[in-house]
């Protein structure tokens, strides 16, 4: 059974840091482009950060270019995502899924800013 697994969420301060991960497992991770997602409450999805098989080409939502970073390690069959100088605006369940085919998700981590 595929598994993805997100975590790494937690409370954070405006302007704050967190790096979330997420571990695949029974799929072959290392063939899929993977992106980063999150939900606000009351909100729909938001497409946050996508990095291609090899690690080796990302892109961003204009809304978080320049303080998040999505990587990923193939050999733990895991991404991240780095993220800085956090706002309020950033509060969500952040979720893993392969970017094109998206059938695959995990149950999501929670990140809450406030002060």
């Known amino acids: 059974e595929v598994q993805l697994v997100e975590s790494g969420g937690g409370l954070v301060q405006p302007g704050g840091s967190l790096r979330l991960s997420c571990v695949a497992s029974?799929?072959?991770?290392?063939?899929?482009?993977m992106s980063w997602v999150r939900q606000a409450p009351g909100k729909g999805l938001e497409w946050v950060a996508a990095?291609?098989?090899?690690?080796?080409?990302?892109l961003y939502a204009d809304s978080v270019k320049g303080r998040f970073t999505i990587s990923r390690d193939n050999g733990k069959n895991t991404l991240y995502l780095q993220m800085t100088s956090l706002k309020l605006e950033d509060a969500a369940v952040y979720y893993c899924?392969?970017?094109?085919?998206?059938?695959?998700w995990g149950q999501g981590t929670q990140v809450t800013v406030s002060s």
């Open positions: 899924t392969p970017t094109i085919t998206r059938e695959y």
């Open positions: 990095v291609d098989h090899g690690g080796n080409s990302t």
């Open positions: 029974a799929f072959t991770f290392s063939r899929y482009g």
